[in-house]
Structure formats: C-alpha cells, structure tokens
C-alpha cells in the first residue's frame, strides 16, 4: 500500500510531541498521513483533523491503531463509526504493550544484560547484546502491528487476541523471575570485587531492604530513596 | 584541563541523543543505563567505567517502568553524566562509583522534572496551532510533531550540559576528601542499588501466579554460583 514505509518509518517518532491534553493525538495523524494521501483533498483534510485529536496506548502498538485507522478512513467508513472505533482502541493498546513490553521484555532483556556483565563480558559486547536483543522485539512488534492494522482495518480486535500477546506477558514474567533471581547476585559479585563475607552481607541487607522497596514502593520510588541514602553516605564519607 | 571538561560538548550532544530516545524518538533503549554511562564511559577513553556505573544503574532502572503519563526517571541524561564522571576518574579511586551513582541520580531528578516541562510546552505549542490542526493541515501536524522532537534534543542537550558543569566540579571536590575505604564504598553503593534492583524483580514476580517461587529459586542458585566462583 502506498505511503505505508512512511508510516512505519514515523512511527519511531509517534510520541514526538507527547503532552497533557492530546497525549499522542497529534503522532498518530503525523504517522498516519502518508497512508492518507490517497484520499480526496476534503476527505484528506477531515481524516487528518479527526486523527489528530487525542489518542492514548502504548507506543509500540501504535501500528495497530496507524494501521487500523487508516484502513478505515480509505474504505470511506462514517466519522461517527471510527470515532467509536478510535476511543474503542484505547484501552487494550495501553494495557497489553504495559503488559508485555514494559513489564516483560524489557526487564528480561535488562536482566539478560546484567547476566553477561556478571560473566565478565566487555563493554561492547554487553551493549550490543542488549540492544539486538530488545530491539529484535521491538521492531517486530512494530512492523507486525502496522500490518495487521492495514490488513485488518475495523476487524482488528482478534489480533490483539493472539497467544504471544495474551501469553506472553505471564512467560515473560517468569523468565524475569528466574532470571532475576540468579543474575542479580552475580551482578552484585562483578561490581563489588573479590570478598565473600562482603558479598554475602550486602546481598542479606539487599534482601531486606527490598522487602521494604517492595512494601513502601508505590510511596516513595526507589530511586529516589536512593539519591537520599547515597547523598547521606557521600556526606559521611565526606566529614568524618 | 581534564578530559571530561574536554568533552562536556560532545556528551551534551551524547545527552541530546539519549534523552530523545527516552520516549520520543526512536525508543530504542539507548537511553537504558546500560547503554548510556557505558557509551559515555566510552565517549571519556574508559567504557569499562562506564559499563560497571551503568550496571549499578541498570539495577536501580529494573524499578522503572515508563507507563504513558506516569513521572518517571530519565535515564538517558543521567547515565550520561553517571558515565562521564566516572570513567574520567583512575578504576582504583575509593569513591569514584558512589559519587558517581549519586551525580547520576541527582540528574535524574532534573530531567524527570525537564520532562514535565516539555509535555506542557508540547501542549502550549499543539493548543497554538488547534485551527489549523481541526482544519486537517499536514503542515500543522509536522510542524507540532517535528517541534516537539526539537525541543525534546534541546532539553537533552541542556540537562547534560548543565548537570555536567555543576555536577563533575562538585564531584572532584568531594573525592579529593573522600575517608571511606573503597571496598567499603562499592559494597554501599551496590546495597543501595540491589536493594532497588531486587524490590523491583520481586514486585513484577509478584503479578504473576508462581513466579514469586522462581525468583526465590532463581536467587538460591544465584547465591550458590556466586560462592562456588
């Protein structure tokens, strides 16, 4: 379909001016406008004003909607119905690309990181392990969602059904889980230097103390309690 | 004059690039600790600097999950700023990474609060053009998006430059009269950021049924490797 490298080449870009009021109104109009030169200047002109109002989900499935949208507008669907369709898709793109992006992916592929900073990997090799990686899904997420949106156009609700979306944010939180768990001490090892009894004291106060990150969190986020024990330290360490 | 006063333009533009990859452009987790102090590290002569500050933030970061319009740490500028002052320091330094860490999370909370600034001057800027934008101009909706892309490198930009300038003096001064010992200071630092790192696993175990077990399995075997070493 014409204009369709253009929309997945903006897509990159869809939460470029991510504010308050349209969240991600104005991206998804600015991605979707290759798709829409086809249509007639008025008709053009109205799918673009419509499309740039607001608009939310998670920005790795904005294809879908680009996609989803677009098809609509070029099969001449009435306003009123992608209107409805349009505040329809909201939701579930937020929630599912929360859920296993978010969530799943990038913890496991951070985590995969840390795992071969821990065996001793280099700085390249760390970095472009994660980034191939996490980039592998990210692309493929994104290409998949703009072709099923055009492909499927208003008919796109039983993609969003399929088993990796729907499985693959519980895997994901297992494989984060397992792999957590064996790489976090080993990472703690590398950083820290030779030294068991040190090693295994700041894993016993990490234990505890996560029991209260965990506890506390949604209060106060952990890395702000950090920069305060870190500058409380960085003090001691300074005037004693 | 010392190399990373030398390079204080470069990593600002360094900043620029990861800062945009936070949410705007291309959100391809450049911005991700890992990457950015370690990259800084490298922009500095010493990526294996950058690399073990960017591990340290990487644990803390496990806790962040950027969700739409939820406040949040921008790693980008921070690991940055992280990398740069501690790769521009000698590996035996006692208080390198603990300064470090601190001057990296310090730039986090500016650039949490840059962020918010920006959405509301992207919403300025998108209320500005709203007639040309109800009237279907292509022209409106590039000019909003591609503006708000622009303003975002130049916050980027900003934050790291200003971060740096403050930050990197501030953090040759505390070294010069640093007490504590350096295996001490690497095992508080580390605690700190396991802490973080180990809350943050656990409460994404604790969404899903079994997977809270896994971890405890996951940190025995962990654990075990690590005195078998």
Redesign the interface.
């Known amino acids: 379909m014409p204009g369709t490298v253009g929309a997945f080449t903006r897509l990159f870009a869809v939460q470029g001016a991510w504010n308050y009021e349209t969240l991600m109104g104005n991206g998804i109009a600015f991605c979707m406008e290759p798709l829409l030169r086809p249509l007639a200047p008025e008709r053009y002109r109205a799918a673009l004003a419509r499309q740039a109002r607001y608009f939310n989900g998670h920005p790795y499935f904005m294809g879908v909607a680009v996609g989803a949208l677009a098809r609509a507008e070029l099969d001449g669907e009435s306003p009123e119905r992608i209107e409805r369709f349009r505040t329809a898709l909201c939701g579930p793109l937020g929630s599912v690309g929360d859920q296993l992006v978010w969530a799943g992916w990038l913890p496991v592929c951070s985590l995969v990181a840390l795992g071969a900073f821990a065996m001793g990997a280099g700085a390249l090799t760390t970095v472009v392990l994660f980034l191939l990686l996490y980039n592998v899904g990210h692309v493929a997420l994104r290409a998949w969602g703009l072709r099923v949106g055009l492909s499927r156009g208003m008919r796109v609700a039983p993609a969003l059904a399929n088993p990796v979306l729907r499985q693959g944010p519980l895997v994901l939180a297992r494989v984060a889980a397992v792999l957590g768990g064996i790489v976090l001490p080993l990472a703690l090892k590398r950083v820290i230097g030779p030294g068991r009894v040190l090693a295994g004291a700041v894993a016993v106060i990490a234990i505890f103390g996560a029991v209260l990150v965990a506890r506390f969190g949604a209060r106060a986020p952990g890395w702000r309690a950090a920069l305060l024990l870190l500058a409380l330290f960085v003090l001691y360490s300074v005037i004693r | 004059m010392s190399s990373v006063l030398l390079n204080t333009l470069p990593i600002a533009v360094l900043g620029a690039v990861l800062g945009l990859d936070m949410?705007?452009?291309?959100?391809?987790?450049?911005s991700?600790p890992?990457?950015s102090a370690?990259?800084a590290?490298?922009f500095v002569g010493r990526?294996?600097g950058?690399?073990?500050i960017g591990?340290?933030l990487?644990?803390?970061?496990?806790?962040?999950?950027?969700?739409?319009?939820s406040r949040?740490?921008e790693w980008g500028t921070a690991g940055a700023v992280g990398g740069a002052i501690v790769a521009s320091e000698p590996a035996t330094s006692a208080?390198a990474?603990?300064?470090g860490?601190?001057a990296a999370?310090?730039t986090?909370?500016f650039s949490s609060r840059s962020m918010v600034w920006l959405?509301?001057w992207?919403?300025r800027?998108?209320?500005s053009m709203r007639v040309a934008?109800?009237?279907?101009?292509?022209d409106a909706?590039?000019a909003?998006?591609?503006?708000?892309?622009a303003a975002?490198m130049v916050r980027g930009f900003l934050v790291t430059l200003i971060a740096l300038l403050v930050l990197y003096p501030l953090s040759q001064q505390?070294l010069a009269?640093?007490?504590?010992d350096a295996?001490v200071?690497?095992?508080?630092?580390?605690?700190?950021?396991?802490?973080?790192?180990?809350?943050?696993?656990?409460?994404?175990?604790?969404?899903?049924a079994?997977?809270?077990w896994?971890?405890?399995?996951?940190?025995?075997?962990?654990?075990a490797?690590?005195?078998l070493?």
């Not at chain 2, 896994?214 to 654990?223: D, E, M």
């Open positions: 949410v705007s452009f291309p959100q391809a987790m450049l991700r890992i990457v370690t990259v590290g490298a990526p294996g950058g690399l073990l591990a340290v990487e644990l803390i970061a496990l806790e962040t999950l950027p969700f739409g319009a949040y740490a208080g990474l603990c300064v860490t601190f999370l310090a986090a909370v959405r509301e992207n919403a800027d998108a209320r934008l109800d009237a279907g101009s292509p909706v590039n909003v998006q591609l503006r708000g892309l975002d505390i009269v640093w007490h504590t295996a200071s690497r095992a508080v630092v580390t605690t700190v950021a396991a802490t973080v790192g180990v809350g943050a696993v656990w409460t994404v175990s604790q969404r899903t079994r997977a809270g896994l971890f405890v399995l996951g940190l025995a075997v962990g654990t490797l690590v005195f070493k």
